[in-house]
């Protein structure tokens, strides 16, 4: 009976880890066809962002199986109850790739140049880069990688308020071009909301090993 758990339970993880590849590359594309403005790039998003959504049903449906149908014991549980927590924050990083995808597709029907945001460039390599971490601690079930990754969400903090700064200058000094930089700003707390998101799955992981979630 342990061994089946056991598979299933390997399953569940390795489902996890294809969702959060998923994101990784949602949001990698999303910063791409920002930095290079390319239309075909912004739509593959959307496509992923169904992925990412039906990968979250099928591993919540594997979770409470796993729930109903075994007896974990309490470190199994963590995992489970962990993995519950982390879909649901993948599922809005999906969500908000898309969302920036969106806002690039509407950018480039008005004309949108991509040396236009050479500001948000790095928020969006350091963002990706929370991400990729978030979801690598979790495969090594790695606190010390997971604290990092919570850390360094102070620096997109600081990204959001410097690129914030630049764009609000940028629409006083020009205000023809108000209804851009408002896009702009949108994809800049797109981008802040997403760190935040890798930053939960952070804190899932750490409690998922320790019973804690570091707080």
């Not at 489902?15 to 910063?31: H, K």
């Not at 949108?112 to 971490?133: F, L, N, Q, S």
């Not at 903090?157 to 700064?165: A, C, E, N, S």
Request: glycine share 4%; aromatic share 4%.
């Amino acid at each position: 009976m342990r061994s089946k758990f056991d598979e299933q339970l390997a399953l569940m993880k390795n489902e996890l880890i294809q969702m959060g590849a998923l994101c990784e590359e949602a949001i990698s594309l999303a910063a791409k066809a920002l930095s290079d403005g390319d239309k075909a790039l912004a739509e593959k998003v959307e496509l992923l962002e169904a992925e990412v959504d039906q990968m979250e049903r099928d591993i919540e449906s594997l979770c409470l199986k796993l729930l109903l149908q075994q007896q974990p014991v309490a470190r199994d549980l963590r995992q489970i109850s962990a993995a519950l927590k982390i879909i649901t924050d993948m599922e809005r990083i999906g969500d908000q790739a898309a969302d920036i995808a969106e806002i690039i597709l509407a950018m480039l029907s008005e004309g949108y140049r991509p040396e236009d945001v050479g500001h948000i460039r790095d928020m969006a390599a350091e963002t990706i880069k929370m991400v990729t971490e978030s979801v690598d601690s979790y495969v090594k079930q790695d606190i010390t990688e997971a604290g990092a990754v919570i850390a360094h969400d102070d620096v997109i903090d600081r990204y959001f308020t410097q690129v914030r700064g630049v764009l609000i200058q940028t629409v006083v000094e020009n205000p023809a071009a108000g209804e851009h930089i408002l896009d702009l700003l949108m994809i800049d707390k797109y981008l802040e909301r997403i760190s935040d998101h890798a930053v939960n799955i952070a804190e899932w992981v750490i409690f998922s090993v320790t019973g804690s979630k570091g707080n």
